[in-house]
């Protein structure tokens, strides 16, 4: 699927609620702390490419791997050859090559967590960081726009810079090729 990004849609906002809402009931047995919309599509005002990125915090990442198959009975595609797959389990739906919806089931603790928050949360906050990184996102998106991982390493710094500066230490990110 090309890199595309997009202007902000109040849409968004419904679209996570949708899911949310039966995120909730389908994973109250492994939930810790409620579902939370994350990435760029829960900043208002932030370019972004049009698809809703969600946190759901677990108690236990290995238990959930007992909600994979109820998930995909839901639509949800389990990405399996996830390299992240240590900390998390990254879903999509409705199909890789038109998608619309990542799932991120993180255990609660993990720092991966609070870091997905924490950059929501200060892109939130600071609308001169939000602009900047939404024309760091197109100008991106024109270079990488077949090459989704070269765009997703390409924005690595300037969301390490964003932690830095608010006094939260990001986590190392692998760097590949």
Avoid: C
Wanted: net charge negative; no cysteine; proline share 8%.
């Amino acid at each position: 699927m090309p890199v595309e990004v997009v202007d902000y849609d109040p849409a968004w906002q419904q679209s996570f609620t949708d899911q949310r809402d039966r995120l909730t009931i389908g994973l109250t047995e492994w939930l810790a702390e409620p579902v939370e919309h994350v990435g760029s599509t829960a900043v208002p005002g932030l370019a972004s490419k049009p698809i809703v990125d969600i946190l759901a915090p677990v108690t236990s990442l290995i238990d959930a791997h007992a909600a994979v198959p109820l998930l995909e009975e839901d639509g949800w595609r389990h990405w399996t050859s996830d390299p992240n797959s240590s900390w998390r389990l990254w879903f999509l739906r409705p199909r890789p090559e038109a998608r619309t919806h990542h799932l991120y089931l993180i255990q609660y603790d993990d720092p991966h967590t609070a870091e997905l928050r924490a950059f929501r949360d200060v892109l939130g906050a600071d609308d001169a960081l939000r602009d900047g990184y939404e024309a760091l996102k197109r100008s991106l998106g024109k270079e990488f726009r077949d090459d989704r991982e070269a765009y997703t390493n390409a924005k690595a710094r300037f969301v390490e810079d964003a932690l830095r500066r608010r006094g939260i230490v990001p986590l190392p990110r692998p760097r590949r090729s």
